[in-house]
């Protein structure tokens, strides 16, 4: 793929998905486009470009392009501090007011970071007296890591980084080597498609905790600075925006105050 083919893909690519291909991240498009040229039986890039710019006609083979051009890479509980920062600071502070919390996980890739907030949501809730109630929400641009995370249904070696109080109460076999999120925990749990080019049309707001780690560092500053400033006002006062560390140096923003804790990236609405 030649420099002039490399602009026109991206810039394809960006109009018609919202997804930004870095320029050090060209091999990666080349063998995402190379897959589904194979599976499509194109030739070269030329027919290929023609086949996906034709019209709407081509809704399936575009969502199967983008799969392959996203990283799904997760795992429970991944970053360990920016969840002990949720279970000791957030979840507490927050129920210490009010009776409920919703919590949006953004780019949620196959769910386990959805399920691990809502595990510790949930253990939470239970130790309390009184009803307390709480939901998260999954999303992501990817429809098949999106039926994964619906399906709550994973490997038991993902259970590495889950504690064993956990996987006891809501991890229940499902053979000899998957187990599957405890139904209760699921309903908890909701998931849907939202390509966050299109954030301002969902209807997100109010939310107590946004938590939103390794999709940041798909995208370059200016798009990195739009992209928070819309998770920042999906929030309600006092709600906490949580990103992975190191994804954004330097944010500003009027109505938000970084939280200080260990190793971990995350803001306080102030307003
Ligand atoms: C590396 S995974 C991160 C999963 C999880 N947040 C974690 O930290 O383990 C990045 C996810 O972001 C999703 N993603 C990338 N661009 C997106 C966009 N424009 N809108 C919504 N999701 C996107 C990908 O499909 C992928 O599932």
């Not at 199967?64 to 600071?89: G, I, N, P, Q, Y």
């Not at 780690?213 to 006092?238: F, G, M, S």
């Amino acid at each position: 793929m030649d420099d002039r083919q490399f602009a026109d893909w991206t810039r394809l690519l960006e109009r018609h998905t919202g997804l930004f291909i870095a320029p050090e991240r060209r091999s990666f498009l080349v063998s995402g486009i190379r897959t589904r040229m194979r599976e499509v039986g194109c030739r070269n890039y030329r027919e290929y470009y023609r086949q996906l710019s034709a019209g709407n006609t081509q809704v399936r083979e575009w969502s199967l392009l983008v799969d392959e051009l996203t990283v799904h890479e997760t795992c429970f509980f991944r970053h360990a501090s920016s969840m002990k920062l949720v279970e000791d600071v957030v979840v507490p502070s927050v129920f210490e007011h009010r009776q409920s919390l919703n919590a949006w996980s953004v780019g949620c890739a196959t769910g386990e970071e959805s399920y691990s907030l809502a595990m510790l949501l949930d253990d939470f809730c239970k130790k309390q007296e009184g009803e307390r109630y709480f939901g998260v929400t999954g999303t992501d641009i990817s429809l098949p890591s999106l039926q994964h995370a619906r399906e709550g249904l994973y490997l038991n070696r993902r259970l590495q980084g889950v504690r064993p109080r956990f996987r006891e109460k809501y991890c229940l076999p499902e053979n000899s080597h998957r187990f599957r999120v405890h139904p209760d925990l699921r309903k908890r749990v909701c998931f849907s498609r939202l390509n966050l080019r299109d954030v301002d049309q969902a209807p997100f707001a109010n939310l107590d905790l946004v938590f939103c780690q390794n999709l940041l560092i798909y995208y370059d500053r200016e798009r990195r600075l739009q992209i928070v400033k819309r998770l920042a006002e999906c929030l309600r006062p006092a709600g906490v925006l949580i990103l992975g560390p190191g994804e954004l140096l330097e944010w500003q923003h009027p109505n938000m105050e970084r939280v200080r804790y260990p190793d971990t990236l995350a803001y306080r609405r102030t307003d």
